[in-house]
């Protein structure tokens, strides 16, 4: 069965079907990024001890691939070699106008010890996506899935195996060219970096609380939200603190036009179960992020015969169908943090609690059986690295 082929409606979306694009195999592309071994790279104990009690984000692998851009001669220079600090110049554009993009993608670790990707063209696109709105170049999508295959090769040691833990490969690339000029960069790189990962909210699944924001906005119309940006997430930062101030462990954002409508969080879209077995889920706007895991997630529920629709979700809305009954669970989802249930809504003047979770634990269940092999992929899904 083809990724695409027998959803029912609009929900297929251009980066949706550009997923469903078979991929070469891992050893055909394997060798575009070839490694400069670490002279220095961590010893077995190093490593060993670096793997266990794993957060997220804080530890990196021995490896990094990276290719660089110029103007004239497009990319260049592909190579995988040490992690290590890396040099710009103070003027490096990226640091004074912020034209940066980025991914997000997991190595996960089978059971026969064999090691996979997810729906990878989708992320390979997405960066594209995200470049042309940065006015950065575009990395070919067999280039970024080789960058993956030749990283996650050179430190396949590196992806864990215990439950929920994952290798997080961290794609991205900037202006580099020193120049204060307001202009797209003329020399830009690309990296990608990996980082042995645990549940990323340490609680695992247990709910979390969020912070409706209502002064700030996280994008707005003919913006950045679509798009994978530093930008989005600088932007994000004040009202995470402010949500964390009101107790809350993260920050959801309403549209900038009607400020009424709910978007998402800094970094998860999010998705509303109604008591009649409805999801919802914001429609893509322009202002919203559209994510790997929420597409996967809206086939997952089709298949299993659930109704999924894009709708407009106002906040006054959700607060009355949850006080109701109407709607019985929240859950945000994206491919770090996988798929938690939203337990608190609060803001100015309101605070209430959701309880229900079976339909989060059950898609939780779901996805992360096939990325992680205990479940069949009949969407062919999964892309072998190694
Ligand atoms: C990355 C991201 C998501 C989730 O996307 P996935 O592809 O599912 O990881 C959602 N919202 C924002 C703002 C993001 O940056």
Known sequence: MSDAASTPDSLVTPLAKAAAVPVPAADELAGRFPLVPNAHPATEAERAQALTDLHFGKVFSDHMTHARWTRGEGWGSQETVAFGDISLSPAAAVLHYGQEVFEGIKAYRHADGSIWTFRPRYNAARLNVSARRLALPELPEEDFIASLVDLVRADQEWVPSGDGESLYLRPYMFASEAFLGVHAGGVVDYYVIASPSGAYFTHGLQPISIW???????????????????????????????????????????????????????????????????????????????????????????????????????????????ESGKVTEVFACGTAAVVVPLGHLKGEGFDVTISGQEVTHQIHDRLTGIQYGRYEDPYDWMYRLV
């Open 212 to 322: 409706v924001a209502q002064d700030f906005h996280r994008a707005g119309r003919g913006g950045t939200g679509f798009a994978k940006t530093g930008g989005n997430y600088a932007s994000s930062l004040l009202p995470q603190q402010q949500a964390a101030e009101q107790g809350c462990d993260q920050v959801c954002f309403l549209d900038d036009v009607t400020e009424k409508n709910l978007e998402e969080l800094g970094g998860m879209n999010i998705m509303v179960v109604d008591a009649d077995g409805t999801v919802r889920t914001p429609h893509l706007t322009g202002t919203i992020l559209e994510g790997n895991t929420r597409s996967a997630i809206i086939r997952l529920l089709q298949d299993e015969g659930r109704k999924v629709v894009e709708d407009t979700i106002s906040l006054e809305g959700l607060l009355a169908d949850i």
